[in-house]
């Protein structure tokens, strides 16, 4: 498939563990966040968001959490599977205009 | 329901030419955003439409411009095509501006 980025931060992990993808955001009056993932030749899939009000919001296996005194947000995955294997994009939006995106983190999830 | 349909998939154009690419929001979705996508620079903004009205604009030159139709559509179009302009190309809706944006699996351009 297509290489989404080549010189990417990467976090390599064995399978069955925790995987935690950080990202820092720039506008501390952004006010919604989102994690996206992407997989290669595809587009970026939502995975889950958060807004400024909220310091952790957990789903399927992923937790969020915001850290807003040092513009922070991580991405938590339990029990990594191959199938996380992918480029992690964090999104940060303020005042409701167009989002910003992150660099990315590869994840490698290996057996 | 249908997911963020972009065509084509793969495009190959030559230095000098003009392209048009086209997106299809999922439906009920209005607005409409263009992302240009290369392992130097990563996701980078382009554009956003929303009822049928440019919102946002990214950094880029004059000859990447695009438009929305009555029906939430959009197509983007570059003209005069440069080496540099070869990359992934992605559609993303949503329901409104800055909602969760929802992406298409992107329009491969290699420019020779």
């Known amino acids: 498939g297509e290489s989404v980025g080549l010189h990417l931060p990467t976090l390599s992990v064995q399978e069955g563990d925790n995987s935690i993808i950080n990202c820092a955001y720039s506008?501390?009056?952004?006010?919604?966040f989102i994690w996206y993932k992407q997989e290669s030749g595809k587009g970026p899939q939502f995975i889950i968001d958060i807004r400024s009000n909220m310091d952790k919001r957990q789903g399927q296996r992923v937790t969020v959490l915001l850290n807003k005194t040092v513009k922070h947000l991580s991405l938590q995955i339990a029990a990594t599977q191959p199938g996380d294997s992918a480029v992690y994009f964090c999104a940060e939006n303020y005042n409701t205009d167009k989002l910003i995106f992150g660099t990315g983190t590869r994840l490698q999830v290996f057996p | 329901k249908a997911g963020v349909t972009q065509t084509p998939r793969y495009l190959i154009k030559t230095r000098g030419q003009q392209v048009t690419l086209s997106c299809s929001p999922i439906s009920g979705h209005r607005s409409v955003s263009w992302y240009q996508q290369t392992p130097g620079q990563g996701l980078q903004f382009l554009f956003e439409?929303?009822?049928?009205?440019?919102?946002n604009k990214g950094n880029f030159p004059g000859r990447f411009s695009g438009r929305q139709f009555s029906n939430s559509r959009s197509e983007m179009n570059v003209s005069t095509l440069e080496l540099g302009d070869s990359a992934l190309y992605l559609c993303?809706?949503?329901?409104?501006?800055?909602?969760?944006?929802?992406f298409g699996a992107g329009t491969r351009l290699s420019v020779l």
């Open positions: 993303a809706s949503s329901l409104v501006v800055g909602d969760i944006q929802y």
């Open positions: 439409y929303f009822s049928e009205t440019q919102r």
């Open positions: 506008n501390s009056a952004s006010d919604y």
